[in-house]
């Protein structure tokens, strides 16, 4: 048979469900046809191929294609100068209920064209692309109005029009409350229910819902009223849930069978339980932890003892994570929430695809699979998670080239 193009001389990370751990292939080969995998294993038990290109790996490691699963990538300005204001002492509530945090940048997002915001969201993406990342999440959520949160989304699926990637994207109109709607949280959520939600799923612009369940964001019963909303239009739902205390927010996203918990430092026993039987990821978001100098980590050895699929994203925002590595996420992961090697590989790879409905098809190297990979300059795949800084990527492929 002959095929598009084949790597040899590779050892495999293959991510492989079938195989235990990491998957690993020692002597292993990766064929490739219609931008897809049609082998990868053994380079023994390789099928006679011909192949129109033969790459050959010399060692080198392959991975699959990394994901960030959690992103809020598309955005206007910046706050530095609030950076500046948490380390004299201001909190992360502190900041919002004085008009900074996540308000601060809808208002500069407001005031931004799709093209501006492309634009300023390339930086960010060519980072993330150049550590090996070939799938990514990014979310609206600083428009809080119909207007706005459309052209994020817009601004969000344009960037594979500039870049060669894969953008999922994640309507989060229940991010915060804007300053318009004079405290009426309630009234607020009506309108992305029944105004947001139509039109986005309409023009096809979110490939998911999103909310913020928190004391300074939305309650667990606006949460409701959104994540129906949402079932009405077939799109499924994930939540940033039980950040910042514990309103519950795992349990209500297991009760509404979410692809993924996110943030969930303050998730009980009780969340963690629910989460196992609906399937849901915990998607953990180190970044944040980190900047916000957090002190109470998520439960990693209930999440680890209940079987649940942790995933790992930068959360890449302005204000609490502007973060564009996943690299560092991983050491961040294993140094702080200490996650093992084999879990934080796997968190930007097979389960970080589980977090986005992407199952079989991202995040594995495996027959059927897309041909996106990393391959690298390193003897061992702990030196991924080992490493602050430093990138030992030597190729990325998206759909085999």
């Given at each position: 048979?002959?095929?598009?193009r ?10 492989d ?6 998957g ?14 049609f082998y ?11 192949a129109?290109e ?6 080198r490691?392959?991975?699959p294609?990394l ?8 955005h206007?300005?910046?706050?530095a100068r609030?950076?500046e204001?948490?380390?004299?002492g201001?909190?992360?509530k502190e ?6 945090g ?8 407001r005031?931004?064209?799709e093209?501006e915001?492309v634009?300023?969201a ?7 692309i150049?550590e090996?990342?070939t799938t990514i ?12 949160e459309?052209?994020?989304?817009a601004?969000?699926?344009a960037l594979q ?5 894969e953008v999922t994207?994640?309507f989060?109109g229940a991010h915060?409350?804007?300053?318009e709607e004079?405290?009426d949280a ?8 029944e105004?947001m939600v139509p039109?986005i799923?309409a023009a ?7 909310g913020?369940?928190e ?8 949460i ?5 909303a ?9 939540l940033?849930a039980d950040?910042?205390s514990?309103l519950r927010g795992?349990?209500l ?6 692809l993924?918990?996110?943030?969930l430092e303050y998730?009980d026993a009780?969340g963690v339980?629910?989460m196992?039987?609906?399937?849901t990821?915990?998607v953990?978001l180190p970044?944040?932890f980190y900047?916000?100098?957090e002190?109470?980590?998520?439960p990693?050895?209930l999440?680890?003892?209940?079987g ?5 994203a930068?959360?890449?925002n302005?204000?609490?994570s ?6 560092l996420?991983?050491?961040m992961a294993a140094?702080?929430?200490r996650?093992t ?5 796997l ?6 695809a ?8 991202h995040?594995v ?10 391959i690298?300059?390193?003897e061992?795949?702990?030196?991924l998670?080992?490493?602050?800084g430093g ?5 990325r492929?998206w759909?085999?080239t």
């Amino acid at each position: 048979m002959r095929i598009e193009r084949l790597w040899t001389g590779a050892r495999l990370a293959t991510m492989d469900p079938a195989r235990s751990g990491l998957g690993i292939v020692e002597k292993g080969a990766i064929a490739q046809q219609g931008g897809r995998i049609f082998y990868a294993g053994e380079m023994g038990d390789m099928p006679q191929l011909d192949a129109a290109e033969r790459v050959d790996c010399a060692g080198r490691w392959i991975t699959p294609g990394l994901i960030d699963c959690h992103t809020h990538l598309v955005h206007a300005g910046n706050r530095a100068r609030e950076f500046e204001l948490r380390l004299r002492g201001a909190s992360y509530k502190e900041l919002a209920r004085s008009g900074g945090g996540i308000a601060a940048t809808v208002a500069a997002t407001r005031s931004a064209s799709e093209a501006e915001l492309v634009a300023s969201a390339l930086p960010r993406l060519d980072a993330l692309i150049s550590e090996g990342v070939t799938t990514i999440e990014i979310k609206s959520g600083y428009g809080l109005e119909a207007e706005t949160e459309m052209r994020q989304l817009a601004a969000a699926r344009a960037l594979q029009r500039h870049r060669r990637v894969e953008v999922t994207t994640t309507f989060l109109g229940a991010h915060a409350l804007p300053g318009e709607e004079a405290g009426d949280a309630d009234r607020y959520i009506g309108k992305v229910c029944e105004e947001m939600v139509p039109a986005i799923a309409a023009a096809a612009l979110a490939d998911a819902v999103d909310g913020f369940c928190e004391s300074i964001a939305f309650s667990p019963a606006q949460i409701r009223r959104l994540f129906a909303a949402a079932r009405r239009h077939a799109l499924p739902v994930k939540l940033h849930a039980d950040q910042l205390s514990n309103l519950r927010g795992a349990l209500l996203a297991a009760e509404a069978g979410a692809l993924s918990a996110d943030h969930l430092e303050y998730t009980d026993a009780e969340g963690v339980a629910a989460m196992a039987r609906a399937g849901t990821v915990a998607v953990l978001l180190p970044g944040a932890f980190y900047f916000l100098r957090e002190t109470r980590a998520p439960p990693i050895a209930l999440l680890r003892s209940h079987g649940i699929p942790m995933a790992l994203a930068t959360d890449c925002n302005p204000g609490t994570s502007p973060l564009t590595s996943l690299l560092l996420v991983m050491n961040m992961a294993a140094t702080l929430f200490r996650m093992t090697v084999e879990e934080c590989l796997l968190g930007v790879t097979r389960y970080a695809a589980r977090a986005l409905g992407r199952v079989g098809s991202h995040g594995v190297l495996s027959p059927g699979a897309w041909c996106d990979l990393a391959i690298w300059d390193i003897e061992q795949p702990a030196e991924l998670v080992y490493r602050m800084g430093g990138n030992p990527l030597h190729r990325r492929i998206w759909r085999g080239t």
